[in-house]
């Protein structure tokens, strides 16, 4: 599928950001959670960088068997000046109609669907598929071979990547957020072959997520793979060697400055 | 010294707190009230609107607003800023549910274009170009804002346009006319873009 320069120019950059009972963390391969802060107060440091979007996503409520946490979600909402998408514990079109009157812009929906893939449809006829992102992580075999994983990674699915997001695609999802498990947190860069070949298979935007290295890594996954949003979260959060906790975006006039400035994707 | 204030006009909605939240951001008092008294007396005013145009003007006619709201706007003058729905409602006629608007500028509101490469509705990050001077944006500025929508503004005369963006072909992003004022983006969303906005309308 070709994109115009117009769609690339676009791109967006998307901080995640991961709750905890209620508490802003930072995982590494979907483990491991460190404390960084109280989100409300990230996310006020994001209004001051001026950041295009956010992604909240609870990864405390699907492990707890639990919903959102409606009044934590309304209260990051009311103070987020940008959109903001919220993933965690969705499991039904009710959790998604009380999440967007709490002033989410768009839902993320992932381990649910692996039970009833319905709900994208559900939701996406009440408020529009712009409102349904769904969610698909992916993990790698020790042979390498890439499958989708559910429930914080600790479900085997059978689908490839690829064919999961076409089939979600189909039931509706209006954007799909694809997690590398394997990269999360490291910084080891995006795994670009997967990006490519998941942008590739479906024509709805993909956001990228797990792994981002650096700006350039950033600028590569829309340039060459044909990525709508590159997502990250430990490039954001943490400063130097140590990891010292600083949240730091790039802005979105320099993202948007070097994607200009890269040669648009040959097709 | 007085904060300058603004009465956010709850006609039972939408999420209005994050409207507020600017509002207070940029050192406003901000007002949420459906009261009908408070509304005509307001030094300035928020419309604000999600959804469904037809069912947002049939709602806040049967709250009771159209009077008070027009008192403070047409008789006493007073700043109004319609937000996304709450710009439509300014116009006169919306084709979602074929309602009439509050008519406070000569338009209607239509469905957007819509094709294979356009989609419908319009969500996202969309530059936006004034056309003229106007007290709530710097003329020569490079502005960008969120949208979500499905309806575009077309105001009956050009003159009442004050910025476009674009969806295929130009549309109104802005419309206003003396002090009233409608957006179809959504500032409360749109970060500095949007501060600045509030800031402007804090000192109208």
């Known amino acids: 599928m070709t994109r115009s320069e117009t769609d690339q120019a676009n791109a967006r950059l998307v901080p995640v950001l991961l709750i905890a009972d209620g508490r802003l963390v930072k995982t590494t391969r979907f483990r491991n959670p460190v404390y960084l802060g109280d989100p409300i ?24 068997g639990r919903g959102p946490d409606f009044d934590l979600i309304a209260a990051i ?3 987020a000046f940008m959109p903001v998408s919220y993933g965690g514990g969705i499991t039904n079109r009710e959790h998604a109609a009380r ?10 929906i992932n381990s649910a669907l692996h039970e009833r893939v319905e709900l994208v449809h ?6 529009g598929s712009q409102a349904v992102c769904a969610s698909i992580d ?6 390498g071979k890439r499958h989708v994983v559910s429930r914080s990674a600790r479900r085997k699915q059978t689908a490839s990547p690829e064919a999961w997001a076409r089939r979600l695609v189909e039931a509706g999802a209006g954007e799909i957020m694809l997690q590398d498990v394997d990269r999360d947190g490291t910084m080891a860069g995006y795994d670009h072959d997967l990006l490519k070949s ?26 060459e793979d044909g990525v709508s949003a590159a997502a990250a979260g430990a490039l954001f959060v943490f400063y130097g060697p140590h990891r010292a906790v600083l949240i730091n975006p790039p802005s979105q006039d320099e993202f948007t400055a070097r994607l200009r400035a890269a040669q648009p994707a040959i097709v | 010294m ?39 007396g307001a030094a300035r005013l928020i419309l604000p609107g999600v959804g469904h145009f037809g069912r947002a003007v049939e709602r806040f006619r049967a ?22 729905v709450g710009a439509q409602m300014l116009l006169s006629w919306g084709e979602e549910g074929e309602a009439e608007g509050l008519a406070l500028i000569p338009g209607r509101v239509v469905r957007l274009q819509e094709s294979a490469n356009l989609k419908v509705p319009n969500v996202g990050w969309r530059e936006v170009v004034p056309l003229r001077d106007h007290d709530l944006f710097e003329r020569h500025a490079k502005l960008r804002f969120y949208f979500m929508h499905s309806y575009r503004l077309e105001p009956e005369f050009q003159d009442d346009v004050v910025a476009t963006s674009r969806h295929g072909q130009d549309f109104a992003a802005v419309i206003g006319r003396g002090a009233i004022t409608g957006v179809q983006f959504h500032p409360e969303k749109s970060h500095l873009f949007g501060v600045d906005l509030f800031q402007r309308f804090a000192r109208t």
């Open chain 1, 41 to 64: 107060n990230a996310v006020r440091i994001f209004n001051a960088k001026a950041v295009d979007e956010i992604t909240i996503l609870d990864i405390s409520a699907t492990p707890a």
């Open chain 1, 77 to 79: 909402c009311e103070e």
């Open chain 1, 99 to 108: 999440l967007l009157r709490s002033g989410a812009d768009k839902v993320i």
């Open chain 1, 122 to 127: 559900e939701v996406a006829d009440l408020f």
């Open chain 1, 138 to 143: 992916v993990r790698r075999s020790p042979f």
């Open chain 1, 198 to 223: 998941v942008a590739s298979a479906v024509g709805v935007p993909l956001v990228a997520c797990g792994g981002a290295r650096d700006l350039d890594d950033l600028v590569r996954a829309v340039a």
């Open chain 2, 2 to 40: 007085t904060l300058p204030s603004v009465v956010i006009v709850d006609y039972g909605v939408g999420n209005l707190r994050s409207i507020q939240k600017m509002a207070e951001h940029v050192g406003m008092r901000a007002d949420i009230s459906g009261d009908h008294a408070v509304v005509a």
């Open chain 2, 63 to 84: 709250a009771g607003l159209e009077e008070p709201l027009k008192e403070a706007v047409i008789a006493r003058g007073r700043p109004l800023l319609g937000l996304c």
